[in-house]
């Protein structure tokens, strides 16, 4: 049952400010970097930023959960005349990838032409590590705070721990993840964290909430990230080679539902990524399977959820991502399924799964910098949290 | 050694808030007494309490007393205080509980040593004041 809309859209453009340490982006603005981003996404596509006509948000248009965007104050700031689309998948991270799905669902139904998705992050007023425990006390996270599950780090660890409680995976694998990733960025200009990393030293670094130490957590980073979606039909005339979207789905089920903010999740969601459902539904639609993949772009805030969504997505068994990674598999030179080939959200830069998105184009361009050879599909997957999460496969013209 | 003990966060720095269908279980904490919201007409428990079964839809709510007992689902072992960054050892834990199948509480674990720390092993409630007059369900070994 193939996809009806399989390969009727393609991202054209792609831009991003360079990537900074947190706090370390200012005086510039958010909306400038915002802006700089879009502008160099339309630069990259050969349009006009005039041009564009909808903006398809995820994380309900947040800016990393601090600071807000807003389709009219883009309009005001870059002159584009009018609009015929704006909307935004709802929560947070989980949405990175299936905002190409949203891009695409208003250009197949005529709502706009050239749609535009942005990502912009300042963490000079506050860190996402923090951020949970800074909100004021609602009714329903009265429920969690007071633990001292303060940041998103706290709340993964527990579903890390019960992980390694059911299966048996050690820290290794954890420390594996992190190392393969660290070698990715050793050649990547602009990542963050550019020196590899060994295993003793990643058994130094503090544990911040045990079984995860310092380096199980993502960069603090600040930049924007933009990238256009269009028809398959106009995108024969840019400037770029088209990347198709092949295949994207969000939302996903109720058993994983608020998931690390609830804790309430049956063993078989608890311990996992919350992507099965995302999973089933892209294999559904494009008649691939894992193996097909060539280069998978993890959303990585936290090192275990690589490897739980390793098994959501049927690169291993539920239960064997530990072995699995361990054995090398996701390594970029030698493994079975290179894995954030860009130094991902753990050492390049955390744009809110954005990167993913560029690493997946570039990839399927064949212009990427730990460029898998021959790639012809790339899965991008938006962050395992509350929902939606998302998926995305990108086919690559040959 | 009690400094290996895991500690209770320092009440002053706790704050919840409260609505018409969580109320009652802080107002149970407050009276040192256990419980989690359940369905009226399914029986089905649910946490954190909201208006509607997510099994019937039905808006009955009974609080039942329950043993006061709890599982440990899964658990992290932090070192710093989340409000000054202090070292403190606190154990947050995920707990089901004991007589409402289904009913999770994130906790936390007190009193006990964090090698000691089992997935499975039982737990039993105690009390906690927070601000405002609110009391904070904690839980200690058996």
């Known amino acids: 049952m193939t996809w009806e809309h399989q390969d009727k859209t393609a991202i054209v453009g792609i831009g991003a400010t360079p990537y900074y340490p947190r706090g370390t982006s200012e005086p510039q603005t958010i909306y400038e970097m915002a802006g700089e981003a879009i502008m160099a996404a339309c630069e990259d596509a050969g349009l006009n930023v005039k041009q564009i006509d909808g903006f398809a948000y995820y994380s309900g248009a947040s800016a990393g959960y601090v600071d807000k965007m807003d389709t009219a104050d883009f309009m005001e700031m870059l002159g584009i005349p ?49 951020v949970f425990g800074q909100v004021a006390p609602d009714p329903i996270n009265s429920f969690l705070q007071p633990s001292g599950l303060v940041g998103p780090g706290h709340l993964m660890s527990v579903l890390a721990k019960r992980h390694m409680h059911l299966y048996g995976t050690r820290r290794e694998a954890f420390a594996e993840i992190v190392m393969a990733t660290r070698l990715n960025a050793v050649n990547r200009p602009g990542a963050v964290r550019r020196n590899p990393l060994t295993k003793e030293e990643y058994f130094s670094s503090p544990m911040l ?31 770029q080679k088209p990347v198709y979207i092949h295949g994207c789905a969000h939302g996903g089920r109720r058993e994983w539902g608020r998931a690390f903010a609830w804790m309430g999740m049956p063993d078989e969601y608890f311990a996992s990524a919350g992507n099965k459902p995302i999973a089933e539904r892209l294999w559904q639609q494009t008649g691939l399977s894992a193996k097909d993949i ?10 275990p959820m690589v490897l739980m969504q390793l098994e959501d997505y049927g690169f291993c068994q539920r239960g064997e991502g530990g072995e699995f990674v361990e054995s090398g598999a996701i390594r970029y030179a030698t493994g079975s399924i290179p894995v954030n080939t860009h130094g991902g959200q753990l050492s390049e830069a955390y744009i809110i799964g954005m990167t993913h998105v560029r690493e997946g184009v570039e990839q399927m361009r064949g212009v990427a910098t730990n460029q898998v050879k021959g790639a012809e599909f790339a899965l991008v997957t938006g962050g395992p949290a509350s929902l939606p999460v998302s998926g995305l496969i990108l086919r690559g013209e040959k | 050694m009690s400094d290996s003990l895991s500690k209770m966060l320092p009440g002053e720095n706790i704050r919840i808030s409260t609505d018409t269908y969580t109320r009652p279980f802080w107002e149970a904490a407050k009276a040192h007494k256990l419980t989690v919201a359940q369905c009226g007409d399914c029986g089905t428990f649910r946490m954190p309490p909201r208006p509607y079964c997510p099994d019937c ?29 202090e070292d403190l050892l606190y154990i947050p834990a995920v707990l089901d509980i004991d007589g409402a199948p289904g009913a999770r509480l994130v906790s936390n674990l007190v009193g006990i040593d964090p090698d000691k720390v089992e997935i499975g092993m039982t737990v039993a409630v105690d009390w906690h004041p927070i601000t405002e007059g609110w009391v904070l369900p904690i839980f200690k070994p058996q």
Not at chain 1, 294 to 303: G, M, N, Q
Not at chain 2, 62 to 71: D, F, H, S, V
Request: hydrophobic letters at 40%; charged letters at 15%.
């Open chain 1, 209 to 239: 909430a045990d079984p995860l130490c310092r380096l199980d957590f993502c960069l603090e980073t600040d930049g924007a990230v933009a990238f256009i979606t269009t028809s398959s039909e106009r995108a024969k005339d840019l400037k």
């Open chain 1, 294 to 303: 060539d280069v998978a772009l993890l959303y990585d805030h936290f090192s």
């Open chain 1, 82 to 130: 009018e609009i015929t689309f704006t909307a935004a998948l709802t929560s947070g991270g989980g949405g990175s990838a299936g905002a190409a799905g949203l891009a695409t669902a208003a250009i197949v139904s005529g709502q706009a032409t050239y749609v535009v998705t942005v990502m912009a992050l300042q963490q000079s007023k506050a860190r996402l590590g923090t």
């Open chain 2, 57 to 85: 839809q039905s808006k009955k709510i009974n609080w039942p007393e329950l043993p006061g007992t709890a599982k440990v689902y899964s658990f992290a072992v932090c070192h710093k205080s989340p409000f000054t960054g």
